[in-house]
């Protein structure tokens, strides 16, 4: 799923599918992989879907994880997913993107297309309100294989 590994890296899971990002990070650390690595997380409560909560923390104190953002949509009256909280920092997100980040996704097919629709907002927004111009690019990303999807 890595093709260079000293681009920054987006990546973005429900919970399940984690694994494969805590590969990931693990990696970063015994190689010194280039680049920084963004965890979107989300669950549906913090106390019981906060899967390797631990690695993910000692990951953040060693710099081989630069950003974590969490969702846990059953902790509030409001539910909060992972879409959310790119959507939230979409201008960080965008700015990735645009120096050369690969995004990977992994979860359920419904997290997918959700994550992918606020990919096109995150990247409308951003390109001057252009919906057709914003598929385009997530298109292009797919072809360099720098968009990852690993959806079930």
């Known amino acids: 799923m890595l093709r260079d590994a000293s681009r920054d890296r987006i ?31 989300g669950g549906r409560l913090f106390v019981t879907g906060f899967l390797y909560q631990t690695v993910w923390q000692d990951a953040l104190q060693r710099k081989e994880l630069h ?6 949509s059953r902790d ?7 879409q959310d909280r790119l959507r939230e920092q979409g201008r960080d997100v965008y700015d990735w993107l645009q120096g050369g980040a690969h995004l990977y996704v ?4 419904a997290m997918g297309k959700d994550v992918h629709a606020a990919l ?7 390109n001057g309100g252009d919906a057709e111009a914003a598929a385009e690019y997530l ?4 072809a360099e294989g720098r968009y990852g999807r690993d959806v079930y």
């Open 11 to 41: 990546m973005t899971v429900p919970g399940t599918g984690v694994a494969q990002f805590r590969r990931f990070v693990q990696d970063r650390g015994e190689t010194g992989w280039g680049g920084r690595m963004c965890l979107f997380f």
């Open 139 to 142: 298109t292009r990303l797919q």
């Open 67 to 72: 950003r974590l953002d969490l969702a846990f």
């Open 76 to 82: 509030q009256s409001a539910k909060v997913y992972v």
């Open 120 to 126: 096109l907002d995150i990247v409308a927004a951003h």
């Open 106 to 109: 992994c979860g359920a097919i």
